[in-house]
């Protein structure tokens, strides 16, 4: 695929998420798209951001639970990057009008103390250069039509990424009763349970996740640094939001994240 055409698609990603409208899978157009072409789309778009003011808080993971991959039928994990913009407090507010057809996801947040840099970084020394872990909410909203997408497609797209909520409390990752593979989540629209699981739904530990980001990062040169807010990817499937909801998210000893979502 030709350079420019990078560029393109990166920009009609962009004007779509800014036009709160979707679009047509890249695949549709490029049908033999590859991974690593698509990451190639998703560093323009995230210049394009850059460029234009934004700034990154730190990479998040993608596709790491069963739940979530059988949901997508897409069966590989992915990255993407989170903007400060994306960024609501907990017990705030998204707003339908801002978005195009959002779902929430439950999800571990890993706080970095030190850098990690791939290709060989261990789980083990991942619970070593984290400092705190957190409960969090990702609000994710595929620019594509009816929410579809291939391996590729999604990558291009920034993994969805769209809002994110952290909890208020940050949990000091070696003050933790049990592991966080045994951390129970579970997810309540309205006061309804619409979703639960345990850590160990994200790759049989969270820890995990960050691992296989520090050595994909490392392909492009790139690592994880000290102070990076690292979402580790949803525990469950995805629920569809609409205006009117309030969202709980409960982890056993992390605590609670929530966000109520308005027209
Ligand atoms: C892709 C983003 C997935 C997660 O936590 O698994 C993701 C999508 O499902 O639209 O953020
Ligand atoms: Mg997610």
């Known amino acids: ?108 947040a890993f706080i970095l103390g030190e850098d990690l840099e791939g290709p060989h970084v261990t789980s083990t020394q991942v619970l070593s250069a984290t400092k705190y872990v957190a409960p969090a909410l990702e609000i994710i909203d595929s620019r594509y039509q009816d929410f579809t997408f291939t391996l590729p497609d999604v990558i291009a797209d920034n993994a969805s990424s769209s809002r994110v909520v952290i909890g208020n409390t940050m949990t000091p990752i070696h003050s933790l009763k049990t592991d966080l593979d045994l951390i129970g989540a579970a997810l309540y629209i309205n006061g309804e349970l619409k979703a639960c699981g345990a850590g160990a739904a994200v790759f049989n530990h969270p820890a995990n996740s960050v691992a296989v980001l520090a050595n994909m990062l490392a392909r492009k040169g790139e690592r994880l640094k000290a102070g990076d807010i690292i979402l580790t990817g949803g525990i469950t499937e995805a629920i569809q939001l609409s205006a009117g909801d309030t969202v709980i998210g409960q982890l056993d000893q992390l605590g609670d994240v929530s966000l109520s979502v308005k027209e």
């Open 1 to 108: 695929m030709k350079v420019s055409l990078y560029r393109k698609f990166a920009e009609l990603l962009n004007e779509a998420e800014r036009e709160k409208r979707e679009v047509a899978r890249i695949t549709e157009e490029v049908p033999d798209l590859s991974a690593e072409e698509a990451y190639k789309i998703q560093e323009e778009l995230i210049k394009i951001k850059t460029n234009s003011g934004h700034r990154i808080i730190g990479p998040k993971m993608g596709l790491t639970s069963q739940a979530k991959m059988a949901q997508m039928k897409v069966k590989e994990p992915i990255y993407g990057y989170l903007f400060d913009y994306m960024f609501v407090p907990s017990g705030g507010a998204i707003h339908m009008s801002e978005l195009i057809h959002p779902k929430v996801e439950v999800e571990i």
